[in-house]
């Protein structure tokens, strides 16, 4: 299963993007999912995940207030709504997806299907 993310592109500080995460062939409803940045020389992190039904988000920190995930489980699709962009949002941005129980902390090496990334540019 290939998760395919996308909706990255160049935006100005301040500015807002959606990114969706498209799931086709995977059991999505039975799945958390995950958004993860990369950063040039960084390691990954991940900004927050999202429980199966959607009732429930969780955020790290740094993304709280300004992220924002949701999902659509009858399109097999979930997004990630970044709105007040900041040049340090820079990143290659990827989903992925895990069975439950799944938080913020769960090592991205434990996350079994991937989506390749879209990158997010953010000029100052």
């Known amino acids: 299963v290939q998760l395919q993310a996308c909706g990255g592109g160049l935006v100005q500080a301040g500015g807002s993007l959606r990114l969706s995460c498209a799931a086709p062939?995977?059991?999505?409803?039975?799945?958390?999912m995950g958004w993860f940045r990369q950063a040039p020389g960084e390691e990954r992190e991940c900004v927050g995940v999202?429980?199966?039904?959607?009732?429930?988000?969780l955020y790290v920190d740094s993304a709280k207030g300004r992220f924002t995930i949701s999902r659509d489980n009858a399109k097999s699709t979930a997004y990630l709504q970044i709105e007040s962009l900041k040049p340090e949002d820079t990143a290659v941005y990827y989903c992925?997806?895990?069975?439950?129980?799944?938080?913020?902390?769960?090592?991205?090496?434990?996350?079994?299907?991937w989506g390749r990334g879209t990158q997010v540019t953010v000029s100052s």
């Open positions: 992925a997806a895990r069975r439950p129980p799944t938080v913020v902390r769960t090592p991205w090496g434990e996350y079994k299907y």
């Open positions: 999202i429980s199966q039904s959607g009732s429930r988000t």
């Open positions: 062939g995977l059991y999505f409803d039975l799945h958390y």
